[in-house]
């Protein structure tokens, strides 16, 4: 899916699942992302710590065949290796300066087209995103979360509204959100909110997904 520019990629990413392969069996994932992308879900990242390549691939590849029927963009936690070998949308990278390959070194492999996200927990880190060619970034934790055991501590709005004033990227939370959150998120300056158990967890994706709208204000 070429052509994300920012408008469109802002769009694409109001109801960001992250389907964690830690949070619920990996070979239930396609089955949950189907229901939630039935539910309203607008992107996808997967993110499998634990796998193999080769299971990560596997995963991957279904994810992104069930997306690209679905229209949404898939995006790959970390592996821009895997990224490029399942055809995916773009990789998601951490934080600058940790391990991860900085977005300047994930957008030479990944190609001009490609979504490049990055992690950042401050203004400084959302401005260095910005300069070395992110797509989007991802602010947070926006709340407690159990998704990610080093997430730090909840950072609330206030790193919000400084990562807004920050970059003009399309700027995502992450982090403890449900869709009672979420309103007050978007008001704050938030394109769009990254879901993991808060949708994956629960008896029913597609319901749960569909809350974001129906409750959180994605649908504004």
């Known amino acids: 899916m070429p052509g994300w520019d920012a408008d469109r990629l802002r769009a694409a990413l109001r109801v960001y ?38 299971e990560l691939l596997e995963l991957a590849r279904n994810l992104n065949a069930i997306c690209r029927e679905a229209g949404v ?18 990789a998601h990278v951490g934080h600058i300066g940790e391990e991860d390959l900085s977005p300047h070194d994930a957008r030479r492999l990944l190609g001009s087209d490609a979504i490049v996200g990055v992690s950042v927990g401050t203004p400084q880190e959302a401005h260095m995103a910005t300069s070395q060619g992110a797509s989007y970034v991802s602010a947070g934790p926006m709340f407690a979360t159990s998704t990610k055991a080093n997430a730090g501590p909840a950072a609330g709005e206030n790193l919000l509204r400084g990562v807004r004033a920050a970059t003009g990227l399309p700027l995502v939370v992450i982090g403890g959100i449900t869709p009672q959150r979420s309103a007050a998120l978007f008001a704050a300056g938030a394109d769009g909110v990254c879901v993991g158990a ?17 409750v959180g204000g994605a649908g504004t």
């Open 17 to 54: 699942l992250l389907a964690d392969a830690g949070l619920v069996p990996p070979d239930r994932l396609p089955e949950i992302v189907s229901a939630a992308l039935r539910g309203g879900v607008t992107a996808v990242q997967l993110r499998a710590k634990s796998a193999t390549t080769l």
């Open 73 to 90: 963009p898939f995006i790959v936690n970390d592996r821009i290796d895997v990224a490029l070998a399942a055809e995916a949308d773009g």
């Open 198 to 214: 808060a949708i994956i967890r629960g008896p029913d994706p597609e319901a749960a997904a569909r809350a974001f709208f129906e």
